[in-house]
């Protein structure tokens, strides 16, 4: 029994460690502009740094991509253990999702110097919690209008999921508890990872917080 468990453990942090390591960013970055995304704009190995240094496709291909990570290890995970593909969130689903999210941040590929995992993040939560969409929407379209800044507007997202949990899926569909912690503790720790690069923003824009969420257009940012 015990070996049981080790061995589903196992395969779910293999899985989920492997298919976030995917540089999808990087392989954009040096196929379309020969260049190292990670040394160049805000060095995050991420879709909006593609966006401004590659193009909005490639941006919105690696989007895609960083976004089905999470979600493409937790099926292959469930398949291989034999358990329902769609079945409610539990803690192989929680731990494999994680260490996708820790691929991406520290990738196998690139000697552990990868981007900062939000958008695995976002789509594992979305795979878990589809009825979050139209919130997401909602939250991300008002935010952009305001702020014309979208790594901001799409940070605000990982603030939704966990009301999202609480207040749809554990009251109307009998989730346990435990997605709402998950999700929460999923936005502080990729909060965490924005620090260092949000004191560089602040900065750059004069040490004013207003120019570092508030952008005059959406090629603007420092």
């Given amino acids: ?20 390591s995917f540089p999808a960013a990087y392989l954009a970055g040096r196929l379309r502009r020969g260049i190292d995304i990670r040394d160049v704009g805000s060095r995050n190995m991420g879709a909006m740094n593609i966006f401004y240094q590659v193009g909005p496709l490639d941006a919105a291909l690696v989007t895609l991509a960083d976004l089905s990570k999470g979600v493409a290890a937790i099926l292959l995970v469930r398949w ?34 990868g981007g900062k995992g939000a958008a695995t993040a ?43 949990a609480g207040f749809v899926y554990v009251d109307h569909y009998d989730e346990p508890l435990s997605l709402v912690f998950y999700s929460a503790g999923l936005g502080i720790f990729l909060g965490i990872q924005y620090i260092p690069r949000l004191k560089e ?14 952008r005059r257009s959406l090629r603007e940012r420092f």
């Fill in 1 to 20: 029994m015990i070996s049981y468990i080790i061995g589903n453990i196992t395969i779910a942090i293999i899985v989920g460690y492997v298919f976030g």
């Fill in 80 to 113: 291989l253990l034999g358990k329902d593909l769609l079945s409610p969130f539990d803690f192989l689903t929680g731990l494999t999702a994680a260490a996708a999210i820790m691929g991406h941040i520290f990738p196998v590929f690139l000697k552990f110097h």
């Fill in 201 to 214: 923003m602040h900065g750059k824009a004069g040490r004013d917080w207003r120019k570092v969420i508030r």
């Fill in 122 to 164: 976002i789509g594992v939560l979305i795979f878990l919690m589809p009825w979050a969409v139209p919130f997401l929407f909602v939250v991300f379209a008002i935010a952009l209008l305001i702020t014309r800044n979208p790594t901001f507007s799409y940070s605000l997202l990982l603030i939704v999921f966990p009301f999202v």
